[in-house]
């Protein structure tokens, strides 16, 4: 549109392709004569690996000390920025590195936000909203994280509901509702209909409903299972879909499989993450660890919740690097890295999860 000055009817696919924050930050660069993103891109990077470490240094100094902090905090950060699984999606000029940065560092915002005695709403509200319109699925996979959030009890559920549920539910309300009612367009590809356009928003309005009106009024014992809770919903919602669709759904599983197996864009990441998730699974169970950080359930939630909006695209996912499903899986590897990093050294507020007797230990 600023190309060209006005808009043309061809423009219609990459309303429904494209999300409208990432077509957004890429047509910045032509609005200063530029006509690469580069640039921002970088900066950007750069912007994610300093909360990165910055983010594991304040939850690592608590139990390890400053020094010991800063060592691991430096060493895991280096592991990221320099996996194939992280650059791939890092040097791309596509919307998935906003993206990737944006959850991480909106993800982190929200947990911090929720021990402050003055949280700050309007700052949340605006990256949530950022984070849901970044890409079509965003708007699942922002819902996963707010619910995330609700495990918190520093939140409450009026916070939860009108600074996260409500902005988001509005802002990708206004978009469907110009796009395909206002517009009146048909999209070319399956990325985006009006029937995945309302199921969405019936998402929200039902993630909307639980923070509002159940979430405060669960018992202690039930409010300790929640991080338990969501990524057991998800994975019914997974099988599910494997037996309505046996053939599709595993389809997509096998190409998730394969493309994490020959390294497509993954290169040993998909490897070493493995074997620590099952060293610390195997501790756990040793230990008779029964807690899940917030960070593990959100881990959990995320990948579930990339399997979901990638059988939602509509076709088969296909075997390669290119692929926007293996894409949207790559965007969760800086959560990845975190969350099996504070589960090693098992960071966890006291007062998480139910606290008692197992956060003592820990």
Sequence with gaps: IVQEGAYIRYFDVFLTDAAPVGSIIQTLPYLFGFSETFGLQYVMNADLILVFAFALYTELSGTLGKKAGICCSAAASLFLVTSSAYLTTAKWVMAGVYFMSYFFITAFLGYRAASMTRKPCVLMALFAVNLAMMRQEGVVLTAILILCLSFLPEYSGRELFFWFICPVTAAAALYYIRVFLILGIEPLYAFLTPVKAVIMLLF????????????????????????????????????????????????????????????????????????VFLLLVVKAVLNRERYLLF????????????????????????????????????????????????????????????????????
């Design 204 to 275: 929200l309005v039902s993630c909307g409903i639980y923070v509002l009106l159940v979430r405060d009024r669960l018992k202690p014992e039930a409010a300790a299972l929640l991080p338990w809770g969501l990524p057991f919903m998800l994975l019914l919602l997974n099988a599910a879909l494997a037996v309505v669709k046996p053939a599709d759904y595993l389809g997509n599983l096998k190409m998730f499989y394969l493309n994490v197996r020959i390294g497509a864009g993954w290169g040993y990441f998909g490897y070493i993450c493995g074997a």
């Design 295 to 362: 960070f593990d359930s959100l881990m959990i939630s995320y990948v579930l919740g990339v399997l979901l909006v990638a059988f939602g695209r509509g076709d088969a996912l296909r075997k390669g690097v290119g692929d926007s499903g293996n894409r949207v899986m790559l965007t969760a590897v800086p959560v990845i890295v975190f969350s099996l990093v504070l589960r090693y050294f098992s960071c966890r507020k006291s007062e998480q999860n139910g606290g008692g007797e197992d956060a003592e230990k820990s």
